[in-house]
């Protein structure tokens, strides 16, 4: 279950004060809380492609390299989209003969080769780029809908308990993502607006999928995850999730942008009411899900993703990195309980957009006097655990910082080291703006006309 948009403060399990998550509260009383669990971008497009394919989206080629440490997904102007090269776990699922759906959104590429169904999924219902729901809640879809059955995740689960079939079932939903959508019987039902009616819609669509599988008798034998694609995105103010106690949100590299509201559950396999401080990334679903499915993991590429079964069976805790990328961009590194910034935004940098748009309001200690222009500056080092919001930086001539920080470079020049880029996807194809565009994207037509704006005519308006 992954949501769009959604942010760590979100649901009642993580604090928030509306305590309207009341399904979501009850499978983590009945499973497992990540609390430290991340996406691999603070972008939709970059994020899911990590979850599918285990990858960071630096070596499965989300990314772009037009601009340094620029966001990117994949709206009308891009032609770029998941490469054929990648092996998504769904198609390892698929070669073991699972049946595989997706409903929602994809998000990785709008041209025909890059279709779910020629990538281990066997049904979609939903949406090829952003959103899958209808616009300002009426009743026109606001993009063209792919449908290739009659059928909802309920119907798929009973004709899976039916044929006995294992499988898997993507639920990609997007109501938390602008523009906001809640149907007639949860509209005007939260105290949080039309953010809050999505999220209660939400809500109660996890409670009847896990109440479809207690029913069928499934639910001893499926493990269910719940979290989220990145963080709320705070330039929608009122209009957006919550964070929770960190820094930003979406597309952003501190805290809020990438740490998700993330609940594993398995009754019988995962015991009940417990809370994990493993790190834990999307990309680790990819190497859990094959793990327990008795499949090997590919040896031909390096996998991000660690198997996360002795955490959700034992509660064990397995040391390990969490890399923030941006673009192009090895941007921080989280090592244990602290995290160390390697490059930061100023209102200066024009290139990350005046970074202060994303969180109007938020002062970051030391942010506008640390040097931007390359690593061999002292990096910006905060301990999480007493300070969760990335508010006071750790001074580089303590004890501490110098304790701590030689690890964390010996991490990044490792992961530097080993680094094979795949060839850049997300780069736009606008020839006016960029000076060029790559191959591909004069099959995008009418596409290609350029606005003012840095975006284009057939770009939905983010």
């Known amino acids: 279950m992954l ?46 492609a990590a979850l599918l394919s285990g990858r960071l989206p630096i070596r499965n080629g989300f990314y772009t390299d037009n601009a340094h440490a620029r966001n990117a997904y994949t709206p009308q102007n ?16 698929q070669k073991q003969g699972y049946r595989n759906k ?4 994809w998000h990785l590429g709008q041209q025909p080769h890059y279709h779910p169904l020629k990538h281990g999924f066997n049904e979609w219902f939903g949406a090829p780029n952003c959103h899958f729901g209808p616009y300002n809640n009426i009743n026109t879809p606001n993009i063209p809908v792919y449908r290739d059955a009659d059928m909802e995740a309920v119907t798929f689960l009973q004709k899976q308990a039916s044929s006995q079939q294992p499988f898997l079932l993507y639920w990609a939903v997007d109501a ?23 999220v209660r819609e939400l809500d109660y669509g996890v409670g009847i999928i896990l109440n479809q599988l207690k029913s069928l008798g499934l639910d001893n034998n499926t493990l269910v995850i719940f979290s989220s694609d990145n963080g709320a995105a705070t330039y929608a103010k009122q209009k957006g999730g919550s964070n929770g106690p960190f820094l930003c949100g979406k597309e952003t590299t ?5 740490r998700e509201p993330t609940i594993a559950w398995w009754p019988g396999k995962i015991k009940a009411g417990q809370v994990s401080h493993q790190l834990g990334s999307l990309m680790d679903l990819y190497t859990t899900i094959i793990s327990l499915a008795g499949i090997e993991k590919p040896t031909d590429r390096i996998i991000d993703g660690i198997d996360l079964s002795a955490t959700l069976f034992q509660n064990n805790i397995e040391d390990r990195e969490i890399f923030y990328y941006r673009g192009d961009e090895l941007m ?14 100023s209102n200066s940098i024009q290139e990350f957009h005046a970074g202060t748009d994303f969180c109007p309001g938020q002062i970051i200690e030391g942010v506008t006097t640390h040097d931007q222009t390359n690593y061999t500056a002292q990096p910006l080092l905060f301990n999480l655990g007493t300070d969760p919001g ?5 001074k580089p001539e303590s004890a501490e910082y110098k304790q701590v920080m030689p690890n964390i470079i010996a991490a990044v020049n490792k992961h530097k080291s080993e680094l094979v880029k795949g060839d850049p996807q997300l780069n736009y194809c606008d020839s006016h703006l960029m ?9 995008l037509g009418r596409c290609l006309k350029a606005v003012p704006s840095d975006r284009n005519l057939c770009t939905w308006p983010h």
């Open 3 to 48: 949501m769009d948009d959604m942010g760590w403060g979100d649901l009642g399990v993580y604090g928030n004060p509306e305590k309207e998550t009341p399904n979501l509260d009850a499978m983590a009383a009945d499973g497992m809380v990540l609390p430290d669990f991340y996406s691999a971008n603070p972008l939709c497009s970059p994020s899911r």
């Open 78 to 93: 891009i032609a770029g989209g998941i490469p054929d090269s990648e092996i998504l776990f769904p198609e390892l699922l």
């Open 102 to 105: 997706i409903i929602g959104k």
């Open 176 to 198: 938390t993502h602008g523009p906001l959508y809640a149907s007639r019987q949860f509209m005007d039902t939260s105290r949080r607006g039309r953010y809050g009616d999505a």
């Open 254 to 258: 501190f805290e809020g942008g990438m």
């Open 332 to 345: 921080a590194v989280r090592m244990g309980i602290y995290k160390a910034h390697l490059w930061t935004w």
């Open 390 to 394: 990335e508010k006071y930086k750790i």
């Open 435 to 443: 000076n060029w565009a790559p191959p591909g994207c004069e099959k």
